[in-house]
């Protein structure tokens, strides 16, 4: 009953916000991207912004500039914001340095719609690092292996942790991007890997022969640590199959790869690529679910098991194209906004047994096929007669 009466009243709020009143607009500001010589860059583009309010960073994400004019719409609404909240905002692109940094302070007179500011972020150009190459020697069971780097950065260490299967580099870069190639030996790591950057999973291009794995890592400006598992070991594997028996083979039963802890950094690609940043606070909205609620049952696991494996065959491709297409990028944000503006509801309902895990997650599959199946359909009926 409690779980019928949630749906009913999700699905009122729903129509409400759809077919009510609708929202205010946002307001929006407007960028221009020069260098020093009053020229328009080519895009893209990327703008970091922080709020900040009595010197306490409220949030920090990035947004993706991608016209040069653009303008750009967030609801910054004066009711939303604390007064003196401050909207720092730096541009950064790859091969400039970056923009000096402009602050907007919401005021008791911010305007809660049309523009809010129109700026000029310059930025100044620079010599591009100079590449370093180098190789580095690791140890696996006994054996040496060797790394080859090719980095704007300064590569600080190369080791190899076995128990954990994982090869972890530490780079320090003191411009405002730079990139690490890794030549990296498949006696070394195998795949299928996963390469986490400052322990959130980031999805590459590798190229692959049979000796070894290129992998390409780009980075902002600061200390990052760069991590390569292989959820298979290649040493071990080999030894293990030399000495069983062919009875064996036969009777074994495979081995279930884990689902990453939460610790692992794994993230909604395409809401990532959708609201600009990891940090974006719809995606920590989803994290927050993931880790905290449905990964804590074994029901709500599965499901993110079985969840992942179709999801990661085609949200790579979606995000790529997201980040090219700024109209596609929209049209994403407008389609995703409802099923997760319905996921919030889980933040304030108890989610800690089995049976509260399926009751809820079914009444928010119904709910959402409310939404995405039933309203168009009725709006359809509705329009034709």
Known sequence: MRFLLILILSIGLFVNTAFGVAPPPPTNFVVTISDESNNKLEIPSILQIEEILNAEVLASYQIDVFDNPQTISIDWYAPSRDVNTEIHIVAIKQGYQKSQEFIFTITSNTPTEGKLFEHTFVL?????????????????????????????????SVNFIENE??????????????????????TLISTPLQVFL??????????????????????PNGVHSIRVVSTI????SQNEQGIKSEFEEQIEQPELVPVPS?????GCLIATA???????????????LRDNSLLS??????????????YYTFSPVIADYERENPVFKEMVKVAITPMITSLSILHYVD????????????????????????????AVMKFRK
């Open 262 to 266: 939460p610790s692992s950094g794994g």
């Open 124 to 156: 100044n150009t620079k010599e591009t690092s100079k590449i370093t190459e180098k190789d580095y020697q690791v140890t696996k069971i006994g054996k040496s292996h060797t790394v080859g780097t090719s980095s704007s950065s300064n590569i600080q």
């Open 233 to 236: 070991d290649t040493d071990t």
């Open 165 to 186: 299967n994982t090869l972890l580099i530490i780079v320090n870069e003191d411009s405002v991007s730079g990139s690490t190639s890794l030549n990296i030996p498949t």
């Open 274 to 288: 959708t609201y600009g940043s990891e940090l974006a606070p719809e995606v920590q909205k989803l994290r927050e």
């Open 351 to 378: 989610m800690d047994s089995e049976e509260s895990v399926l009751g809820y997650g079914i009444s928010l599959i119904m709910l959402n096929v409310v939404m995405y199946i039933g309203i168009p359909i009725l």
């Open 297 to 310: 049952t074994e029901s709500g696991t599965n499901f993110m098991n079985s969840f992942n494996d179709v």
């Open 198 to 219: 400052d322990d959130t999973t980031i999805i590459l291009s590798e190229e692959k022969s049979d000796s070894e794995i290129n992998l390409d890592i780009e980075y």
